[in-house]
T-cell receptor, first 114, second 113 residues
Framework: NAGVMQNPRHLVRRRGQEARLRCSPM?????VYWYRQLPEEGLKFMVY????????ESGMPKERFSAEFPKEGPSILRIQQVVRGDSAAYFC????????????FGDGTRLSIL | SQQGEEDPQALSIQEGENATMNCSYK?????LQWYRQNSGRGLVHLIL?????REKHSGRLRVTLDTSKKSSSLLITASRAADTASYFC?????????????FGGGTRVLVKP
């Protein structure tokens, strides 16, 4: 499967725990974007990364949220001390970084906080 | 209102009919993209229209872009039950904005067999 791979598909955490969401971009794509989707809403941009660099994190909450895209391995979105309001679907998208190229999305991770 | 607002929010049609949905936005854009999302799944890219293009076709899809009105429309002709999904427009403000996409709230389309 050459598409964007996200895991896990579903993640359940209790309040106060940590959530780690993984994203492997499409082969040949070096640009990764994370979006969050609340029920019945559109996606909201969180963070844009290239290998080993955070390019734009303007959509990410200042506290508890962090993201990385290491030289080797998947991109990770990490949420510390989760709260009920973090319940959402988190989508990763990748692109080759050239102008006017569509982003390709994974199937998302649905995070539920008990 | 937000960048990339879709209208209508929901649409119910019979199989074989055409479905039209509109998207309005506020800022200057590099391109505008339409995506489809089936329930519980990720987004599937449908079509990208650049700011210097006015109309684009892909199979049963037709997209228009009017940059003077900051609006776009997506037409699905001869709809099928399999077209039942949510449809989102997303604006890309270009490299200076990191090519991040700004999505509207979506149009939920139900195609009845």
């Amino acid at each position: 499967n050459a598409g964007v791979m996200q895991n896990p598909r579903h993640l359940v955490r209790r309040r106060g725990q940590e959530a780690r969401l993984r994203c492997s971009p499409m082969k040949g794509h070096s640009h990764v974007y994370w979006y969050r989707q609340l029920p019945e809403e559109g996606l909201k941009f969180m963070v844009y990364l290239q290998k080993e660099n955070i390019i734009d994190e303007s959509g990410m909450p200042k506290e508890r949220f962090s993201a990385e895209f290491p030289k080797e391995g998947p991109s990770i979105l990490r949420i510390q001390q989760v709260v009920r309001g973090d319940s959402a679907a988190y989508f990763c998208a990748s692109s080759p970084g050239r102008a006017s190229q569509p982003q390709h999305f994974g199937d998302g991770t649905r995070l539920s906080i008990l | 209102s937000q960048q990339g607002e879709e209208d209508p929010q929901a649409l119910s049609i019979q199989e074989g009919e055409n479905a039209t949905m509109n998207c309005s936005y506020k800022t200057s854009i590099n391109n505008l993209q339409w995506y489809r999302q089936n329930s519980g799944r990720g987004l599937v890219h449908l079509i990208l229209i650049r700011s210097n293009e006015r109309e684009k076709h892909s199979g049963r899809l037709r997209v228009t872009l009017d940059t003077s009105k900051k609006s776009s429309s997506l037409l699905i002709t001869a709809s099928r039950a399999a077209d039942t999904a949510s449809y989102f427009c997303a604006t890309d403000e270009g490299k200076a904005a990191g090519n991040k996409l700004t999505f509207g709230g979506g149009t939920r389309v139900l195609v009845k067999p």
